[in-house]
């Protein structure tokens, strides 16, 4: 599998550099590219991309705006087939795992099949590669060649040695590219050095352009329902555990946990949790707290939670909660439930209150409601809302790419204001929109794909910072 020519003519890419793989970041190198683009309005400097690595005196500046409107279809159809690619390789790795666990066991029929497989890969990578080739989005081609690279460059030398070391040695180098993906994400914390736990601000000002990770473990787009993210209140050994759930119908049977995000991009679940007979959820608007599933049920129609820890369910009846009016885009969406830096909610719309929402604050330990605030919006005109703060955050569409931030309530005030933010979507639909404060992110689940925001706030000037999830 010879790269593309207009790829190998970039040598500019030592193996060393590759940086970001499914993540974009945002590095010194690339700083120009930045300023150009937060001039054409948009997120500014926030949005992480791969092209870091590239000497900005060489980069088509001017073809950027092209690019850029041409970026979102064609990572789609990157993730697509790159999903095809990496589902061989997990195989091919669950087998070279074998292999080193137990070398002499190992055959050469054994041999011979990782062998045919590996073909199979370099033969997707090929196709792969020709199909971006007629692409005249060089960017997009530089991000595809920064994933397959380390495995191209070993099976070219495998074919030429047959050795069996080397088929170690792929593993390896793909892990080398997993791993890189983790550094990524660590600087990307670092440039935006998230004020964990305060709440000194009076709002989200903006948000980053969507950060796609991946298409989710399911490989497949028709799982548009679904949720993932990471626990607000981790357990102490679960700080970067991530956990995601999809189906292709608007409910929740099972869900999956990941022990960091590299595990997450190759889809090596640690657990699978399936929800027992009788308590599997509908709507999509599930969270994870404290090793704590709260979801929604339908008979009875209720507020259920999963301790992992214990394995026990529990279920709460709300009288006044609506289990016919949903959000927008998506049906069961009756409760939703949310996570902050003041603990646990759930949203709802009532009969009386003719569809508006209602915000309640849920207390942890006894799982009981303790206070409800009334609000003035309408469930049926939103797509879905999250808690920052104490504040609730309601989102509306504006168009196919663009979303909005139309509507906020301020439980300490009882306050609501229209307002407007808006921001950029990966893909039409997404069914689960949720802030953790344990990172101050939004986790989306957008049509099958697993997309993130980083959030700027209105910084008020005395910075007085909370204890991180402190309970009121
Ligand atoms: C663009 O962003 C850079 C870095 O944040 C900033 O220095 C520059 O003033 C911005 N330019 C415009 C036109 O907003
Ligand atoms: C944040 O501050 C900006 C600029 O002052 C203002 O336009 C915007 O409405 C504020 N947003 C919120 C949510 O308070
Ligand atoms: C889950 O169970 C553990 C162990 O009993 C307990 O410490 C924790 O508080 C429970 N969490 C929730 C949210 O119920």
Redesign the pocket.
Known sequence: ARPPAHVSRKHTLPSDQLQCDALLLPTQPSVDL??ER??TGGG??DRCTCDAFLPSSTFPIADLVAVEQTVVEISHKLEKEMGKVIRLIVKLTTEIEKMERDPDSYNEDDFQNTKVEIKQVEALITELQLSISGSTTVFESLRLEVRVTAVVATLNRLEKTHDKNLVLAIRREYIKVQLQLEECERRHQELFKPNIGSCAHTGISKLSQPIVSQLSAHLSSSYKYGGWGKDSKPLPDRESMYWYSGASTAGISSIMFYTNYKNLILRKAFQTTSLKSGWSGTGNNFIIRDNTLYYQINSPFSVAKLNFSTMLYEHRVIPKASSSISYTTSPYQNFDFAADESGLWVTYATVESGGRMVIAKINEASFGLEEEWHTSVYKPGVNNAFMICGVLYATRSIDVHTEEIFYKYDTKTKQETHISIQFERFQEKYSNLDYNPADQKLYMYNDGYYVSYHLWFNHTAASTVQPPYAVT
Request: aromatic share 16%; proline share 0%; no cysteine.
């Open positions: 930045w300023s937060n001039e500014g400097g």
